[in-house]
């Protein structure tokens, strides 16, 4: 072989060396370490393409705790022609069911007028279930309040069932069931993928916190102040919702959501430890999901 055939040769084999070295380091960079979780369940996707980049007993039905208003939420915005101004009395009947189960509450004061947007806002962010009564009472069909409540609650069941979600169920409008209330970390990542198409919805869980001015049974004013239950929304670039859950059986659930670059990543935890895990759990997913 003369000295230009292996020059020739020598080149092809540098060549194919540092391309391989190219190749290498690119399969190496789309596919990060998955993580270990704390949470039993866990489902994570490319919201854009609907792809699932994370699975951990994904389909495996659990207890959602307040999760749940996720729904509730997507199923008063989907009303025909939702007046979002329209006014709420708020009833003892929500103040009573909040102090008979020790469930979080936005404050609700009964006599005051709120708007269904309100309502909204106050179901999101500080996780009240008074609210969340309001909105089933409201928007469920019936004479009676209990009626009107078991027609919303259909009205949810309909929902999971018009997405094709067949580990689904809701028997309460916030969580707070009687034992067949649950969903699966991917049922619920695509509730809320739904949801997120609309506007409202998007621009209530990226909410840290609101002051909202609401009628008193006197026709004054007073103003209610909501931080939101989320943290992702303070420590993790991109966040932009959505809701947190908790319970005796649901443990500490997260559902979330964050956009970078124009992707946007959304996907659920059920069952983790503590808050504190749950938080934790997520950002480990949303940055694997960014790096897939």
């Given at each position: 072989?003369?000295?230009?055939?292996?020059?020739?040769?020598?080149?092809?084999?540098?060549g194919?060396?540092?391309?391989?070295?190219?190749?290498?380091?690119?399969?190496?960079?789309?596919?990060?370490?998955?993580?270990?979780?704390?949470?039993?369940?866990?489902?994570?996707?490319?919201?854009?393409?609907?792809?699932?980049?994370?699975?951990?007993?994904?389909?495996?039905?659990?207890?959602?705790?307040?999760?749940?208003?996720?729904?509730?939420?997507?199923?008063?915005?989907?009303q025909?022609?939702?007046?979002?101004?329209?006014?709420?009395?708020?009833?003892?009947?929500?103040?009573?069911?909040?102090?008979?189960?020790?469930?979080?509450?936005?404050?609700?004061?009964?006599?005051?007028?709120?708007?269904?947007?309100?309502?909204?806002?106050?179901?999101?962010?500080?996780?009240?279930?008074d609210?969340?009564?309001?909105?089933?009472d409201?928007?469920?069909?019936?004479?009676?309040?209990?009626?009107?409540?078991?027609?919303?609650?259909?009205?949810?069941?309909?929902?999971?069932?018009?997405?094709?979600?067949?580990?689904?169920?809701?028997?309460?409008?916030?969580?707070?069931?009687?034992?067949?209330?649950?969903?699966?970390?991917?049922?619920?990542?695509?509730?809320?993928?739904?949801?997120?198409?609309?506007?409202?919805?998007?621009?209530?869980?990226?909410?840290?916190?609101?002051?909202?001015?609401?009628?008193?049974?006197?026709?004054?004013?007073?103003?209610?102040?909501?931080?939101?239950?989320?943290?992702?929304?303070?420590?993790?670039s991109?966040?932009?919702?959505?809701?947190?859950?908790?319970g005796?059986?649901?443990?500490?659930?997260?559902?979330?959501?964050?956009?970078?670059?124009?992707?946007?990543?959304?996907?659920?935890?059920?069952?983790?430890?503590?808050?504190?895990?749950?938080?934790?759990?997520?950002?480990?997913?949303?940055?694997?999901?960014?790096?897939?």
């Open positions: 072989m003369n000295r230009a055939a292996v020059a020739a040769t020598v080149s092809l084999t540098a194919a060396v540092l391309t391989g070295g190219a190749f290498a380091s690119t399969a190496h960079a789309a596919a990060p370490p998955t993580p270990t979780i704390t949470a039993k369940g866990g489902f994570v996707m490319n919201d854009g393409t609907g792809k699932a980049l994370y699975t951990k007993t994904a389909d495996t039905r659990r207890s959602t705790g307040s999760t749940t208003k996720i729904m509730t939420a997507k199923v008063v915005l989907a025909k022609n939702l007046n979002l101004d329209s006014k709420v009395t708020v009833q003892k009947a929500y103040s009573d069911y909040i102090v008979k189960n020790t469930a979080s509450s936005a404050r609700l004061i009964v006599g005051d007028k709120v708007t269904v947007r309100q309502l909204l806002y106050g179901l999101m962010l500080p996780s009240g279930c609210a969340a009564y309001a909105l089933a409201k928007f469920g069909s019936g004479s009676t309040r209990a009626a009107r409540v078991k027609s919303f609650i259909g009205k949810m069941n309909a929902s999971a069932k018009s997405l094709g979600l067949k580990n689904t169920h809701f028997d309460s409008f916030d969580g707070i069931g009687s034992g067949s209330n649950y969903s699966t970390p991917r049922d619920l990542t695509k509730i809320t993928s739904s949801a997120m198409k609309n506007s409202t919805f998007r621009a209530i869980v990226k909410t840290k916190s609101t002051k909202q001015k609401v009628t008193t049974k006197s026709g004054g004013y007073r103003y209610m102040s909501w931080s939101n239950t989320n943290p992702l929304l303070s420590s993790y991109g966040a932009i919702g959505v809701k947190t859950g908790s005796p059986t649901a443990k500490y659930c997260l559902v979330f959501a964050a956009t970078r670059n124009g992707k946007t990543v959304i996907g659920t935890v059920l069952t983790s430890t503590s808050a504190t895990t749950r938080t934790a759990d997520a950002k480990k997913l949303l940055d694997y999901g960014f790096k897939k």
